[in-house]
């Protein structure tokens, strides 16, 4: 924590790249007083992520002509720079956190999980294990990895989800994804790529080209040349299908389709169906809306719990989704304005953000339509 102040202006919660880099635009702000708390250490997701998994969105150092690094979280600083690969692993992409935590100061209290968060006296009280801290502000930063969603479907308690370890170990034989999206086609490539049989059911048909331009909406270049790969082996099967239900046989899993038929697997299906917002202490602070993800007014902001704000991927705005670094590390330098006008101080210092193509503040223009 930055010296101890009996109230700080701000506390972020969470140290992965939402919480860092909007603790680095509040130290644009002179004289703010902020901190960091991290339940685990900084980047844990990322430290958590399967050792196969790496970024999709690619890193190059275009700094400087306006073009920063996709997924950098401050102007000055680039995972391709740093870490001299496109496609950060989860390992590197959390070395790169470290880096720009260490070389900007950044105020962290590793090890230390937030576990209530109440309003109280126009701020807040934030709990943890190691006591307890006010602040003015409370910028809830704890990512969505720790909120896994499955499928409501029967026998859903016998997938494994693809963000844990199982279902990227070997999976010899016939394998199941379920959700045809950015992760269920990553981990269907793997597997193919390990000489599995793999069948990827979703309805919505996501692996088609669309017609939108927003990558939110579509698969990214390197998953599509990553599925022609898989397809072109043979051992890779896309069905336009909903799971209904999920059983275990004498003979591996069996998963029941909408249309009656069923596809069997020698192991567990795999869940690629994403996440939830994970809130955490924060869940009852946040009214929500009608699709599950939390009601934000203009500026991040709940809109029932004045002084909370979101950072990260869970933040939607109508139909805008903010899920990959580059999109919603435009709102840190927002936040942060927001922060330091409320506490009277210069906000001048965020331009530089703006000036990086790392600040949005009208929400108007963030729409993707590309002529060709
Ligand atoms: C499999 C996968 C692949 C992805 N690939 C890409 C990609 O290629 N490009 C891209 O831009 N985005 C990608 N994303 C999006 C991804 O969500 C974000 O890039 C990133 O992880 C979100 O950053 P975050 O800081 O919000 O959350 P996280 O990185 O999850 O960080 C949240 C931090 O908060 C901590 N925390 C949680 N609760 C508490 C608490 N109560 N108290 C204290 N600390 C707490 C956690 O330990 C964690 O360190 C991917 C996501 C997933 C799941």
Known sequence: MTSTPTVLDALVIGAGPAGIGTALALASVDGLVFGVLERGEIGQTFLDWPAEQTFLTPSFTGNGFGATDLNAVHPETSPAFSLGVDYPSG?????????????????????????????????FEVLSERGSVLARSVVWAGGEFGDPSTPRITGHSLLDHSSGPAAWAPHPGDVVVIGGYESGIDIACHHVQQGAHVTVLDYQTPWDAGTGSDPSFRLAPRSRMRLLGALATGRLTLTAAQAVKVSKTSQGYATRLGDGDVVTSDSPPIAATGFGPGLGPVADLFATREDGWPELDEDDQSTITPGLFLSGPTIRHRGLKFCFVYKFRQRFAHIARIIGERADKNVDALEAWRAAGMLTDDLSCCGVDCAC
Do not use: C, M, N
Not at 104 to 117: K, Q
């Open 91 to 123: 390992r590197q992409y959390a070395a790169y956190l470290r880096g720009v935590a260490k070389h900007f100061h950044v105020p962290i209290l590793d090890g230390t999980e937030a576990t209530s968060v109440t309003p109280r006296d126009g701020g």
